[in-house]
C-alpha cells in the first residue's frame, strides 16, 4: 500500500515569498492533517480536513497561512507572505474514517526561509 | 503550561539498558495517549498506544495514570536500532464525536550506545 505523498521535500526561499506544498494521502482515507514541526519540537497541527470539509484550523495562521482539500483527497498548503519563523519541516498525515485514530505520516517538506 | 510535557533528554544509555520516559498531559478531559517515535529527518510512527491497564508490546511497557495525568513508557534490553525521538502524544476528542486532535510533545531524544 502507498503510503502518504508529499512535494516538494526541500524548499528554500526568501522572506516575503510565496510557497505550496502538496500532499496526496493514503487511498481511502478520509482525513488529512497538515502539522508543523519546528526544530527540537513535536509536530503541532495546522489543519485537519475530513474529506473536503475543515474540522479545525485553530492552529493555523490565517493571515499567512491557507490550505484546501479539493475532491476529498489532495491537499495544498500555502504560505504567503513566509516569514523566517516559519522555517520547518511540514507534516501530511492521513487517517481512515471516524473511530481510527492512527495517523500516517509523510515524509514532510523542509522549508527553509532566509 | 504546556498541553503536554516530556523530559528532551537526551538519554544516553548503553545496549542492553533499561530506559524510561515520562510525559504528563494538562487536559483532564484527554482520551486516547499514545508513543509515536520519530527517526532522525524521517517522519514520526505509530509505536503503540496507551492503556489504563498498562500495556506491553515485546520489550517496551507503556503505563497510563489518568489521576496524576501522568504517561510513561519502558524500554528494556534496549538495541542500537532504538535510538530515535519518542513523542508522547495526547488525543483530545471534539464533543461526543470521534474526531481528535493529536497534542504532541516535544519529544525525548534517546541515544543507545555500543
Known amino acids: 500500500e502507498a503510503g502518504v505523498a508529499q512535494s516538494p521535500r526541500y524548499k528554500i526561499i526568501e522572506k516575503r515569498q510565496s510557497v505550496a506544498f502538496w500532499c496526496n494521502p493514503i487511498?481511502?482515507?478520509?482525513?488529512l492533517y497538515w502539522y508543523q514541526q519546528i526544530l527540537g519540537q513535536g509536530p503541532k497541527l495546522l489543519i485537519q480536513?475530513?474529506?473536503?470539509?475543515?474540522?479545525?484550523d485553530s492552529q493555523l495562521p490565517k493571515d499567512r497561512f491557507s490550505a484546501e482539500r479539493l475532491k476529498g483527497v489532495d491537499s495544498t498548503l500555502k504560505i504567503q507572505p513566509a516569514k523566517l519563523e516559519d522555517s520547518a519541516v511540514y507534516l501530511c498525515?492521513?487517517?481512515?474514517?471516524?473511530?481510527?485514530?492512527?495517523?500516517?505520516f509523510g515524509p514532510g517538506t523542509r522549508l527553509t526561509v532566509t | 503550561r504546556k498541553e503536554v510535557e516530556q523530559d528532551p533528554g537526551p538519554f544516553n544509555v548503553p545496549e542492553g539498558a533499561t530506559v524510561a520516559f515520562n510525559c504528563t498531559y494538562s487536559?483532564?478531559?484527554?482520551?486516547?495517549f499514545f508513543w509515536y517515535r520519530q527517526d532522525c529527518r524521517k517522519e514520526p510512527k505509530l509505536l503503540m498506544s496507551?492503556?489504563?491497564s498498562g500495556n506491553e508490546d515485546g520489550r517496551f511497557t507503556a503505563q497510563l495514570n489518568r489521576a496524576s495525568q501522568y504517561i510513561s513508557l519502558l524500554i528494556r534490553d534496549s538495541k542500537l536500532s532504538d535510538s530515535a525521538t519518542y513523542l508522547c502524544?495526547?488525543?483530545?476528542?471534539?464533543?461526543?464525536?470521534?474526531?481528535?486532535?493529536?497534542?504532541f510533545g516535544q519529544g525525548t531524544i534517546l541515544t543507545v550506545h555500543p
Open positions: 498525515a492521513s487517517s481512515p474514517l471516524t473511530g481510527f485514530w492512527e495517523q500516517y
Open positions: 487511498s481511502g482515507h478520509a482525513t
Open positions: 480536513f475530513q474529506n473536503n470539509g475543515v474540522v479545525d
Open positions: 487536559n483532564s478531559a484527554s482520551q486516547s
Open positions: 496507551v492503556y489504563s
Open positions: 502524544v495526547v488525543k483530545l476528542n471534539a464533543g461526543g464525536t470521534s474526531y481528535g486532535k493529536l497534542t
